[in-house]
């Protein structure tokens, strides 16, 4: 069983940046393979990062690209969302979720076992 927790969102301008966290519970945190989505009033839930057990690989939604980076520090069992040049449509809630234990990348939330309460991100024009 896997908990997640995220935080670092808010209420920014345009072209801002923020840093999402998400702590996570359990003891075998570096074979777990984590991602964000997020989801907008009315749309469904998007691929927007994900990263490796190990944190070598690490893979963008198109649209994130240039912009966001998703890295991890396994000794504090988190994982992070860096969000820079912010635009009004990356308004969302975002969350964090987690693959079973030794699972490979996907960018379906369908695959993703374990998820996040979701913070919300708000960005004004």
């Known amino acids: 069983q896997v908990q997640l927790v995220e935080s670092g969102g808010g209420l920014v301008q345009a072209g801002d940046s923020l840093r999402l966290s998400c702590a996570a519970s359990?003891?075998?945190?570096?074979?777990?393979?984590l991602g964000w989505f997020r989801q907008a009033p009315g749309a469904e839930r998007e691929f927007v990062a994900a990263?490796?057990?190990?944190?070598?690989?690490?893979y963008l939604g198109d649209f994130v690209k240039g912009r966001f980076t998703i890295s991890r520090d396994n000794a504090k069992n988190t994982v992070y969302l860096q969000m820079n040049s912010l635009k009004p449509e990356d308004t969302a809630v975002y969350y964090c979720?987690?693959?079973?234990?030794?699972?490979?990348?996907?960018?379906?939330?369908?695959?993703?076992?374990?998820w996040g309460q979701g913070t919300q991100v708000t960005v004004s024009s």
């Open positions: 979720a987690a693959r079973r234990s030794y699972s490979s990348l996907s960018y379906f939330p369908k695959d993703y076992a374990y």
């Open positions: 990263i490796s057990g190990s944190g070598g690989s690490t």
């Open positions: 359990g003891r075998t945190f570096s074979s777990i393979f």
